[in-house]
């Protein structure tokens, strides 16, 4: 990301680097000790807000003041009048990523922005009937309840797919007005806030990959689906024209959009944003197209016909909290990480271990992990290199974007915001604790090499790693590390491989 004149005047504009770099290392020790058990609210610019007090989350219609509130009311009255707005749909994320959601007809919308809608909290942890002794203190009775969504009214949007309906993203809460700790929207917007109190920003964006395929035929009980072997990136243009654009309207630039390795493949990347919004959008896609898809009879799905999960990448850079630099880029002109970004990417190799688990979160997920491997291992090594796209972590310093960091342990399949979250958590945790930066992949003593933890290919070791990783239990809070762990225990008891196919066909597309 170096000018002109940086190139001029290298020696000063390398010092102001280091000097910005020191002043956000030394705001990161100012605030580690302040940063703890935040407390997060929605806000109107669909922005974090930190908190010590718990009013925030009791009485969520203070969220926006009453002129706030009526101005951003008029702006959606008018869309709605406009589009001639017949129902809007309430969507929260559940623990695997998906929408769930509530549709309303739009008459009653401004009532239900002040009430929030119910709906069964089950609806969100996807646990049949959990146990008491799954979930500890917490009591099976609760699962069976109700929680409110409410909405952010910065994420109402027309749906570009679905006739005369808008769609608003929504936080979810207790009846008491508690937030729903198990919400992995709530647990990214509170990273990102503890990010933010250290004195950082995040910039990303998330790059998948989907299938498409033809509408299945029932033969002999079993279900059937043909990729759609032809489709390029000049076969069909409308299908994807139509998503691209519905997505720009909701509100998710996408970047580009390409065929990929397989037949019936596409590949998406998303231009990158700060905050929650690289999340919401990869939430947005998870949606619209399957619903696209099904208006020219295709079925789109995250998951490969062969039995391997699409990837699901989260390209981010670190920036100061003014978002005008990239803690990434190193101004010194060479093609390396600068001391922050190699703590942060310290701390990622610390946690893929119990990162995988919620980057590839079932059976088939972490298949990819091993299919070039002819051994019996029982993990993986944590790979990293320099635009090396065979690495699990491939930073990458050409282009106008600047220096980031692919991490690509994810699939399709996984919720984007405990992504999100995670990816922040263990990267603050880096920069909290490494005291070392790593060596490049060709140096051998300039830098102390950090021993990263080997990724589990089974996904039940790969659990084990979750639990143990003290800092990813506190980051993203013991209920749902409960929660999540009882989920997948649960999913890997009832499932067997050959019906996760049809789950992922049916439940994911």
């Given amino acids: ?230 489709f390029l990136n000049n076969h069909d243009q409308p299908f994807m024209q139509e998503l691209v654009d519905g997505l720009y309207h909701t509100g998710a630039n996408v970047e580009s959009f390409s065929s990929s390795t397989r037949p019936g493949q596409m590949e998406i990347s998303f231009l990158p944003e700060f905050g929650i919004s690289s999340a919401d959008n990869a939430f947005t896609l998870r949606t619209g197209v399957k619903e696209v898809a099904r208006k020219y009879n295709y079925i789109a799905s995250f998951f490969i016909e062969t039995g391997f999960c699409d990837s699901g990448i989260l390209s981010h850079s670190l920036w100061d909290v003014d978002r005008t630099k990239n803690m990434f880029c190193s101004t010194s002109g060479t093609e390396q990480l600068t001391i922050t970004g190699k703590k942060w990417l310290a701390g990622l190799l610390k946690h893929s271990a119990a990162l995988s688990c919620l980057m590839a979160p079932s059976v088939s997920c972490r298949k990819r992990y091993s299919k070039d491997r002819k051994d019996l291992k029982k993990s993986v090594p944590t790979t990293w290199g320099y635009n090396d796209n065979s690495c699990i972590f491939n930073i990458k310093c050409h282009g106008e974007k600047g220096t980031r960091i692919e991490n690509k342990l994810g699939s399709a399949t996984a919720n984007p915001y405990l992504v999100l979250a995670a990816t922040v958590a263990a990267g603050l945790d880096g920069l909290h604790s490494s005291n070392e930066v790593l060596a490049g992949p060709d140096e051998s003593t300039d830098f102390y090499q950090v021993e990263p933890s080997e990724i589990p290919l089974k996904l039940e070791d790969a659990l084990v790693a979750l639990e143990e990783d003290q800092c990813l239990r506190q980051a993203l809070g013991e209920t749902f590390i409960r929660y999540f762990v009882a989920m997948k225990k649960y999913e890997l008891e009832n499932e067997e491989i050959a019906a996760e196919r049809n789950k992922f066909l049916e439940y994911f597309i």
């Fill in 1 to 230: 990301m170096n000018n002109e004149e940086d190139l001029l005047q290298e020696d000063s504009t390398r010092d102001e680097g280091n000097e910005t770099e020191a002043n956000s290392m030394n705001t990161l020790r100012r605030t580690r000790k302040k940063v703890t058990k935040p407390h997060v609210c929605s806000t109107e610019v669909g922005e974090t807000d930190m908190s010590n007090s718990n009013d925030c989350m009791r009485d969520s219609s203070q969220i926006l003041t009453p002129p706030q509130l009526s101005s951003r009311m008029k702006h959606i009255r008018q869309a709605m009048a406009k589009n001639r707005l017949q129902f809007v749909r309430f969507e929260a994320t559940d623990l695997h990523g998906v929408s769930r959601s509530k549709t309303i007809p739009a008459h009653f919308f401004q009532e239900k922005v002040s009430h929030g809608v119910c709906m069964p909290r089950g609806y969100l942890e996807v646990i049949p009937n959990p146990k008491d002794n799954e979930m500890n203190h917490i009591r099976a009775t609760c699962f069976n309840s109700d929680i409110v969504l409410m909405p952010e009214l910065s994420t109402f949007r027309v749906l570009p797919w679905a006739d005369r309906t808008a769609r608003v993203i929504c936080d979810t809460f207790t009846v008491t007005g508690e937030p729903l700790l198990t919400s992995p929207r709530y647990i990214a917007k509170r990273q990102l806030s503890q990010l933010q109190a250290s004195g950082f920003s995040l910039l990303s964006a998330f790059i998948y990959d989907f299938c498409i395929f033809g509408v299945p035929e029932i033969l002999n009980s079993k279900i059937i689906s043909f990729p759609a072997s032809t």
